[in-house]
């Protein structure tokens, strides 16, 4: 077994940032990535994407999201400038090595260990594979019996398999509308869910809306734990809004039951159905810390604030409303590694 100060799970935006506060603290890291190189989750995002941020506010630690600042980046500049992060900042990343167990040492410390069986000693572990690892599939009626294609959110691409299609897309979220309202240009599309869609302007009073929270101080506010489990707006410039309003996506409320080769809906109206996608967000997948108590029965952390209630030494990067509404987001993980980090250190 190789040993150093601190393991940190995970390569993608949040470990980067993890990485990024060792290296500041002068402390020896190994940053474990299952995947293939530093872009975390967002490589598999659907080719459209667009982050609602400018990249004035979508910035790592110790580099700017290089261009024009008031652009909105699209997915393949999040990669490339994931990639870019990654190479600038010489640390010990290895890629291909996906953490299976993470244990506690007897006198102190953790053995973490690959499925390629790799094992790294370390003081301090910090579990930096965020809150989108295993996409959520919640229990809809009839959803094991419909024949048709069934994919989330993060196996949609484009729209050019659905032309002429009708389809039902599952969500209330960003992804949900934004994905519904492309689809729309091709295909029959209703925006299935149980409470409306909840509308925040993209740039009130002509200024995007991260320059507001920023300002007042609401993005870095320490919220989270009053935030979690309540979903965001859809952050609209105008177009989403009207999109849905002229019915095209319509939305309506979440369907009866789903069958073989149809959706039946609340109001008991039957039709014929090609595909369902579900927009339905994403939970931790954090399997590897079985066993040494740091989950609830569900699965979930215990923490607070990203720093682990029941196994000293143990913190979290990049988990949804961690401290604030920003702590998933590019602009929020620098906060909350440098938050972590002075805590386990301490």
Same mark, same amino acid.
């Given at each position: 077994?190789?040993h150093t100060d601190i393991? +940190? #799970? ?32 967002? %490589?598999?995002?659907?080719? /459209?994407?667009?982050? !609602?941020?400018?990249? *004035? ?7 700017? !999201? ?8 699209? *997915?393949?500049? +999040? ?7 990654g190479d600038s900042l ?13 244990? @506690? ?19 301090? @572990? ?20 419909? /024949? ?23 969500? @209330? ?22 409470? =409306?869609?909840?509308?925040? =302007?993209?740039?009130? !009073?002509? *200024? ?9 101080? #609401? ?5 989270? &734990? ?12 105008? *177009?989403? $809004? ?12 979440? !369907? $009866? ?46 923490h607070r604030a990203g720093?682990?209630?029941? @196994? =000293? ?21 620098? &906060?909350? %590694? ?9």
């Open positions: 077994m190789e393991v +940190v #799970i995970g390569a993608g935006q949040s470990g980067l940032a993890a990485a990024y506060q060792a290296k500041q603290a002068g402390r020896r890291a190994v940053v474990l990535e299952a995947g293939d190189d530093c872009a975390g989750s967002w %490589a598999g995002y659907y080719d /459209s994407l667009t982050l !609602f941020s400018p990249a *004035r506010f979508s910035s790592l630690p110790g580099m700017p !999201f290089p261009g024009d600042p008031e652009r909105y980046p699209r *997915r393949d500049e +999040v990669v490339a400038y994931l990639r870019a992060y010489g640390a010990d990343i290895r890629c291909g090595q996906r953490v299976v167990r993470v244990s @506690v040492v007897e006198g102190g410390g953790f053995a973490v260990v690959t499925e390629d069986g790799l094992e790294v000693g370390a003081e301090r @572990v910090i579990a930096a594979s965020g809150g989108f690892g295993h996409p959520y599939t919640p229990a809809l009626p009839g959803l094991d019996t419909f /024949s048709g294609p069934v994919l989330h959110s993060c196996e949609y691409r484009s729209p050019e398999a659905f032309i002429g299609k009708r389809v039902v897309v599952v969500g @209330v979220g960003n992804s949900a509308v934004q994905i519904a309202a492309e689809l729309a240009e091709v295909a029959r599309v209703s925006l299935a869910s149980r409470a =409306p869609v909840r509308w925040m =302007p993209q740039r009130p !009073f002509g *200024r995007d809306l991260h320059w507001w929270l920023t300002r007042s101080g #609401i993005d870095s506010a320490p919220i989270g &734990r009053w935030l979690g489990g309540r979903s965001m707006p859809v952050i609209d410039d105008g *177009r989403y $809004r009207t999109a849905v309003a002229s019915g095209n996506p319509d939305r309506r409320p979440l !369907f $009866r039951r789903l069958e073989v080769d149809a959706v039946v809906w609340a109001d008991g109206a039957r039709e014929d159905l090609d595909a369902v996608i579900l927009a339905t967000g994403y939970r931790p997948d954090l399997s590897y810390l079985g066993g040494i108590g740091a989950l609830d029965e569900s699965g979930m952390p215990l720093v682990s209630t029941t @196994v =000293p030494g143990l913190g979290y990067v990049g988990l949804e409303y961690q401290r604030n509404n920003a702590s998933a987001s590019l602009r929020g993980v620098g &906060r909350d %590694a440098a938050f972590v980090f002075k805590k386990l250190a301490g």
